[in-house]
């Protein structure tokens, strides 16, 4: 049997459904072999951000591109239609001049696209995991919350802060995580 030669295409989607759609996709395509065969992969693009919530941080995915989910396929037998009428999604992404076909993404472009993804994560992991030693910092959280200390060491890899507080007068070291924790 020949492969199939797939493209990229844009689905146009309900705004904060992208995930849902994917997860729709995908579950379709371990389902219906024939359908597997025309999609191979369908993409989402998200940053992790790091977001305070309850006196923590936490790490969480944002999509990138609102409302719009990257296929890669073949629109034959179907496909094109089947994909049209998934739950959430409006329609693909056309060019201005026909409105007919679909607009194929190059390749080079879902590169740079991941790339740039890649890019802005490891920046937002370095903005939260940029503590330095002999910095002074108030921890937030637990049951030493309130007190100010300095840094005494830290754990890039595990997100670790020794940080000395003084406790009834005498310096006492905490591990603390890098979220319990903010600068003075």
């Keep these: 049997m020949s492969s199939i030669a797939k493209q990229w295409y844009v689905l ?8 849902k ?3 729709m996709l995908e579950a379709a395509c371990n389902n219906n072999p024939d359908l597997a065969r025309c999609i191979s992969q369908v993409l989402v693009p998200v940053e992790k951000v790091y977001t305070t919530r309850g006196g923590s941080k ?3 995915d944002r999509v990138l591109f609102s409302g ?3 296929v890669h396929a073949s629109l034959e037998n179907g496909v094109e239609s089947f994909l049209q009428n998934t739950s959430n999604v409006i329609d693909f992404l056309r060019s201005r ?3 007919k076909q679909p607009v194929v993404v ?3 472009q879902i590169r740079d696209m991941l790339g740039e993804a890649t890019r802005r994560e490891e920046e937002n992991a370095d903005l939260y995991n ?6 002074s910092v108030k921890v937030n959280y637990g049951p030493f919350s309130g007190f100010i200390g300095e840094i005494q060491e830290v754990n890039r890899e595990k997100h670790e802060l020794t940080v000395m507080v003084k406790v009834f007068g005498r ?3 905490l591990k603390l995580d890098n979220s319990q924790v903010d600068r003075e």
């Excluded at 940029?130 to 910095?135: I, P, S």
């Design 106 to 108: 190059p390749e080079s």
């Design 21 to 23: 759609v994917k997860e």
């Design 171 to 173: 310096a006492t070291p």
């Design 12 to 19: 146009r989607t309900i705004s904060g459904k992208e995930l």
């Design 58 to 60: 936490v790490v969480k």
């Design 97 to 99: 001049e026909g409105k």
């Design 68 to 70: 719009y989910v990257y």
């Design 130 to 135: 940029d503590f330095m030693v002999g910095e």
